[in-house]
T-cell receptor, first 111, second 114 residues
Framework: SQQGEEDPQALSIQEGENATMNCSYK?????LQWYRQNSGRGLVHLIL?????REKHSGRLRVTLDTSKKSSSLLITASRAADTASYFC???????????FGTGTRLKVLA | GAVVSQHPSWVICKSGTSVKIECRSL??????MFWYRQFPKQSLMLMAT?????????EQGVEKDKFLINHASLTLSTLTVTSAHPEDSSFYIC??????????FGSGTRLTVV
């Protein structure tokens, strides 16, 4: 399967703590994206990081990319109960706009 | 920004009937659209690539006769689940792309087959 792997599969933390999710993928990529999905809802785009970038920030989110290890991480700092959701990484096959999603991490932030 | 509208947002149908899901790019022309399926508590799996004016390309394991895709215009792709069965119950989501805007996901359709 081409699908990426994410770990942990599930993560439960207290409000205010940081949450780190990791994504590993199998093929070379143009870019990698992180999405959030609340239960039963559509996808919310969080961050896109290109293959020539190593780190990007957006508010409380920090994404890193290590193309040599074919891995990425998403850090959510000072988590809130509203951050409770599933988080997916998605990688694009070069030049196709075809995205392959990781297995996802279910994050639960306890108030 | 680019907007993709997906309709309906949810549908319940009887086993054996067919259901059509629409994916529209509202403010851009999408030469390519993608259809994904997501089972409960699982990730999104790419089903097929829909190209305007040509046949869709299906991923391995996806039955093209069961999941009919039509991309007749630059703003509309449809996915028809034919002879639906309870195991087809899932969350279906499309994405649309063009060279200028990149790609955008629709809000998804929850299909329940009873």
């Amino acid at each position: 399967s081409q699908q990426g792997e994410e770990d942990p599969q599930a993560l439960s933390i207290q409000e205010g703590e940081n949450a780190t999710m990791n994504c590993s993928y199998k093929t070379s990529i143009n870019n990698l994206q992180w999405y959030r999905q609340n239960s039963g809802r559509g996808l919310v785009h969080l961050i896109l990081i290109r293959s020539n970038e190593r780190e990007k920030h957006s508010g409380r989110l920090r994404v890193t990319l290590d193309t040599s290890k074919k891995s990425s991480s998403l850090l959510i700092t000072a988590s809130r109960a509203a951050d409770t959701a599933s988080y997916f990484c998605a990688t694009e096959f070069p030049g196709t706009y075809k995205y392959i999603f990781g297995t996802g991490t279910r994050l639960k932030v306890l108030a | 920004g680019a907007v993709v509208s997906q309709h309906p947002s949810w549908v319940i149908c009887k086993s054996g009937t067919s259901v059509k899901i629409e994916c529209r790019s509202l403010d851009f022309q999408a030469t390519t659209m993608f259809w994904y399926r997501q089972f409960p508590k699982q990730s999104l799996m790419l089903m097929a690539t829909s190209n305007e004016g040509s046949k869709a390309t299906y991923e391995q394991g996806v039955e093209k006769d069961k999941f009919l895709i039509n991309h007749a215009s630059l703003t509309l792709s449809t996915l028809t689940v034919t002879s639906a069965h309870p195991e087809d119950s899932s969350f279906y989501i499309c994405s649309a792309s063009d060279s200028r805007t990149g790609y955008t996901f629709g809000s998804g359709t929850r299909l329940t087959v009873v």
